[in-house]
């Protein structure tokens, strides 16, 4: 004698079969996808050459430089910056963000990351913090800001320029306040 599940007639679905068929494969999946966003599973993505967007309420540090630079981005090639280095700063509501594609697709993939919330009272430090940025967006305060100078000679944030470009310099702390 046979069993009725053992064989399906032609033409019929053995729905048992297909609940496993597609069931474990779903759960599996599915806690893939909660390891991952839980941190259990570290992920790597590839961003090298990517233009990346990054906002903060506020930026307070000492030691600031700007200068002219290139950014040799993948797709477009040189794209004019400012260069911005700061050799200390405190960072307020930091998020980053970039647009890349999942490797091997076309998917895109947008990675996100954020920081020194100010309602948990917490902030970002970095030292010798160097920024190459095509827009700045805000308000700012130098003290003993000096404009003009040799990029060459610059010593506040132990920046390595060309001789010769024009930049700004500025000893004493420096506030930028966002705007957006």
């Not at 806690?31 to 903060?56: D, K, N, P």
């Not at 895109?108 to 920081?115: D, G, H, Q, W, Y």
Request: hydrophobic content about 40%; glycine content about 12%; some cysteine.
């Amino acid at each position: 004698m046979q069993d009725s599940q053992d064989a399906a007639a032609e033409g019929r679905v053995n729905w048992r079969r297909f609940a496993v068929a597609v069931g474990v494969p779903t759960v599996v999946a599915g806690g893939l996808v909660v390891a991952l966003a839980q941190g259990a599973i570290a992920a790597s993505f590839s961003i090298s050459g990517q233009a990346f967007h990054l906002t903060a309420s506020s930026l307070d540090g000492t030691g600031f430089t700007q200068y002219s630079g290139a950014d040799n981005v993948k797709k477009s090639g040189p794209t004019p910056v400012a260069v911005s280095g700061i050799k200390s700063a405190t960072i307020r509501d930091l998020c980053q963000s970039v647009v890349g594609t999942i490797p091997g697709t076309s998917i895109p993939i947008t990675l996100r990351i954020e920081a020194g919330k100010t309602a948990d009272g917490k902030a970002v430090s970095a030292d010798n913090l160097l920024i190459g940025m095509s827009d700045l967006q805000g308000d700012a305060t130098f003290t003993n800001i000096n404009i003009g100078q040799d990029a060459s000679t610059l010593d506040q944030a132990g920046d390595q320029v060309p001789k010769g470009d024009l930049a700004a310099s500025a000893r004493a702390p420096t506030r930028c306040t966002s705007t957006t």
